[in-house]
């Protein structure tokens, strides 16, 4: 995986804007720690940070194709592409010549051959820019699920590109403010597609792609869930599951780095695991190597909460066990999870406040930390709840109904609402209820349809879509930034195109058919799992119980409103601080109860840490 950035100007020479461009570059370090590259012409500078995965000798960017005394067509690549090898034999066979073994020359041979139609060839995940000096035309492209990020700032006669806002943030044209619309998409669990926060920044949204000329920017759709009639049976939609997903994590397994599995002892999870394992026996190519989180103390003091019923630790040990992984259990305590240097470190990751979540973002920093020393590349299970219904708020009769998204109703409702300690005249203000009735309608008004298709399996495809659009892609954005900040590149195989566009067209009644959640993914790989895992219900990734945890974060607070001069504090209802931080530390702290604590002090360090202006 690596870092891409970069900057067009029609009518500037950036040629002699070397310094603004390595600045740039340079915030790309943590994403590609291998090897860096500019390439400066009059009207583009294109830069490179490298993770070095497959062909480790070759592959630096940003790469060149000049051919019959042509302008250049510089491109600046990050991702993996999974059918690369099979994409390579076409085109060799179309006459082109490869000096590399990697992926991203094919991606640079692909777009000569096909231009921009090339991006529908692609299997993998990718965000990448190619500046086309021949036409003078600067190509951004993101995934078709956004598992790469890709944020652009349009300029009056150009753009500026990169991985992360911090690339753009670099550039010293650019200031660094947040309205109104971005303080409520800080403040709501619901993502806008393209929306940056940053006051005139944008990310280009998944399966779309941005074309930058001298006469303006343009946005195409190349990508996108469709309704198709699904006519295989069960047992045949079963065994295609099972298929696409053998092939999937297959393709995934190719390195030239050491690879792992991220086991929670969950069936997403075990399932990638157990599928990884089997592949590499078949190759004769070793255990599979997996690394799980936990807390210390956690094993004797774990306690059912409403989104945990059970911890993880016994059943990765099921699964690890069963297939004779290579397996390393990482501890964590609330000391840990608490550093000043790990919290600035993530939210040095993020450019934005890490409020959702919580002591989710230190723990998942502190584990791919951890797993970075034993691998480069690590598998992973997100996406898989969203794409079988594996949430509780599929289940819930209450969500058919509900006009807003299914993950703010019922029990993770609560979680999601993390300004009870704000100004209510504020948030009166930002009106983020009626942000979101029209957010949530306007997803509802994209849902694809079947002629004819009414009643539950019209609103359960309205739901998976809304979770495949809308709400994995905070998953994937947490699980990128926190990978990235240590270089360990994820790759997510539920995200596979093939995958997400067969399953999302199975019919609701095919995705339940056995009364549980997840019902397809169940009988594709019940024959590789232990069975407690396979009669395990669906738990979200840990989170500490420690109140020790929390007494740190009241400590922190406490001090932020003292200090009499912390950004947040005008953003407060100080009275209501105060009689929070009053109340007894209780025996068991959640996820849910510290949401309120979260926030504010996210919102503050970030506010300091970016010296960001808010225009309210």
Same mark, same amino acid.
């Given at each position: ?14 040629? #002699? ?55 250049? =067509? ?8 999974? +059918? ?15 000096? =590399? ?48 990020? *890709? ?27 947040? %309205? ?18 940053? =006051? ?129 259990? /990482? ?33 998942? $920093? ?24 594996? $949430? ?18 019922? =029990? ?8 009870? *300690?704000?100004?209510?005249?504020? !948030? ?13 309608? &306007?997803? /509802? ?11 539950? &399996? ?8 809304? +979770? ?36 999302? %067209? ?21 024959? !590789? ?19 020790? $945890? ?40 959640? #996820? /849910? ?24």
């Amino acid at each position: 995986m690596c870092g891409i950035v970069g900057w067009v100007d029609f009518e500037r020479d950036l040629s #002699q804007e070397r310094a603004v461009a390595e600045a740039m570059t340079r915030t790309m370090a943590c994403r590609g720690p291998d090897a860096e590259g500019v390439w400066l012409d009059r009207h583009a500078a294109i830069g490179h940070r490298r993770l070095s995965v497959i062909d480790l000798a070759g592959g630096r960017q940003p790469m060149l194709a000049e051919e019959g005394g042509l302008p250049p =067509t510089v491109l600046t690549f990050s991702g993996e592409i999974y +059918n690369y090898r099979e994409l390579r034999s076409e085109l060799a066979s179309r006459g082109h010549r490869f000096r =590399t073994q990697s992926d991203t020359e094919v991606v640079l041979r692909a777009y000569l051959e096909w231009g921009q139609d090339m991006v529908g060839k692609l299997n993998g995940m990718f965000a990448f820019g190619i500046w086309d000096a021949r036409r003078e035309e600067l190509v951004l492209v993101r995934d078709r699920m956004g598992v790469k990020p *890709l944020y652009y700032y349009p300029t009056p006669n150009g753009v500026l590109f990169g991985s992360e806002p911090k690339a753009i943030l670099a550039n010293p044209e650019v200031p660094r403010r947040v %309205n109104a619309d971005g303080l409520r998409e800080i403040l709501d669990m619901v993502k806008t597609p393209e929306h940056a926060v940053f =006051t005139g920044m944008s990310e280009v949204r998944p399966g779309h792609l941005v074309r930058v000329r001298r006469q303006g920017l343009s946005k195409h759709r190349y990508w996108a869930l469709e309704a198709a009639e699904h006519t295989d049976s069960l047992d045949r939609t079963v065994r295609t599951v099972r298929e696409l997903l053998e092939d999937i994590v297959s393709r995934q397994l190719i390195s030239d780095v050491p690879l792992c599995s991220l086991l929670s002892g969950g069936l997403d999870s075990s399932a990638v695991t157990a599928l990884a394992a089997k592949a590499l026996k078949d190759q004769g190519a070793g255990p599979v190597r997996s690394f799980s989180v936990d807390f210390v103390g956690a094993a004797e003091s774990f306690v059912p909460d409403p989104l945990r019923s059970t911890p993880d630790a016994p059943f990765v040990r099921d699964l690890a066990e069963l297939v004779e992984a290579d397996h390393r259990e /990482i501890l964590l305590d609330s000391d840990d999870l608490s550093d000043p240097v790990v919290r600035a470190a993530v939210l040095g990751a993020t450019d934005l406040p890490p409020v959702w979540y919580g002591d989710l973002w230190p723990s998942l $920093y502190l584990l791919f930390r951890a797993v970075r020393e034993r691998s480069t590349v690590a598998l992973s299970g997100e996406s898989a709840d969203e794409l079988f219904g594996g $949430y509780s708020w599929f289940h819930d009769p209450e969500v058919l109904t509900a006009e807003t998204f299914p993950w703010l109703t019922t =029990t993770p409702g609560p979680f999601y609402d993390g300004t009870p *300690l704000f100004d209510k005249g504020l !948030i009166g203000r930002l009106d983020i209820p009626g942000r979101r009735r029209d957010s949530y309608h &306007e997803a /509802i008004a994209e849902v694809p349809t079947l002629p004819g298709e009414t009643g539950l &399996e019209k609103r359960m495809r309205e739901l998976s879509y809304l +979770n495949l659009t809308r709400f994995v892609n905070t998953l994937l954005d947490r699980k990128d930034r926190m990978s990235m900040a240590v270089g360990l590149e994820v790759r997510v195989p539920f995200c596979d195109h093939r995958l997400v566009e067969y399953v999302f %067209n199975a019919p609701w009644s095919m995705k339940k058919f056995d009364g549980r959640e997840k019902s397809l993914l169940r009988a594709a790989t019940r024959d !590789i799992l232990p069975k407690s895992i396979v009669e395990r219900v669906k738990a979200p990734y840990p989170s500490t119980q420690d109140s020790g $945890y929390e007494k740190k974060l009241r400590d922190r607070l406490a001090e932020v409103v003292s200090s009499g001069d912390a950004p947040i504090l005008p953003l407060l209802d100080l009275d209501r601080v105060k009689d929070r931080l009053n109340r007894p530390v209780s025996s068991e702290s959640t #996820q /849910i109860t510290r949401i309120d604590l979260e926030v504010p002090l996210s919102l503050n360090a970030w506010l300091e840490s970016y010296d960001v202006t808010l225009d309210l």
